[in-house]
């Protein structure tokens, strides 16, 4: 079996994601979730050019998908898991020649929100870091109530 180093035409990829409002006004209950695949072995003047970033998936609602992005992902997941374990007959140009490509998952590229819904992880409370976990020093502030009653300018 060849690794997957071994064959540079393989493909490293990163998944990105963030969700925006459409309509620019937060008034308006509608949300767009773009999933971009990026290749990331290209050189790097390459890498971020629109021809190699591609479009899978769009995720429109009235709401963002939440924790139900996972349904949203499956699709994609299986194909690059499909592609990582039986790979894909490809058609190289510049050798005139078939070989099997293999991709691998580098990495998610998203905000701390985007973060906690594609991985699982509960971005909120105690245990909002995925790096510190439990190692963490956590207090909350006590509310404290200012009433102004000499303003002065």
Known sequence: MIHFSV?????YLGLCT???????????PYSCWPIILMVYNLPPG???????IFLSTIILG?????????????????????????????????T???FLMRAALMWTIND???????SGW???GKLACPYCMENNKVFTLKQFFFIATDISY
Do not use: H
């Open 7 to 11: 064959e540079s035409r393989n493909m």
């Open 62 to 94: 009235p709401n963002s998908p939440g924790r139900n992005i996972d349904v949203y992902l499956w699709p994609l997941i299986d194909e690059l898991m499909q592609l990582w374990s039986s790979r894909a007959l490809t058609y190289d140009v510049s």
């Open 18 to 28: 963030d969700g925006f409002n459409l309509f620019g006004s937060f008034a308006a």
């Open 112 to 118: 701390f929100l985007a973060y906690g819904m594609v």
């Open 96 to 98: 005139k020649q078939n």
């Open 46 to 52: 390459m890498c971020m050019r629109l021809e190699f």
């Open 122 to 124: 509960s971005t909120y």
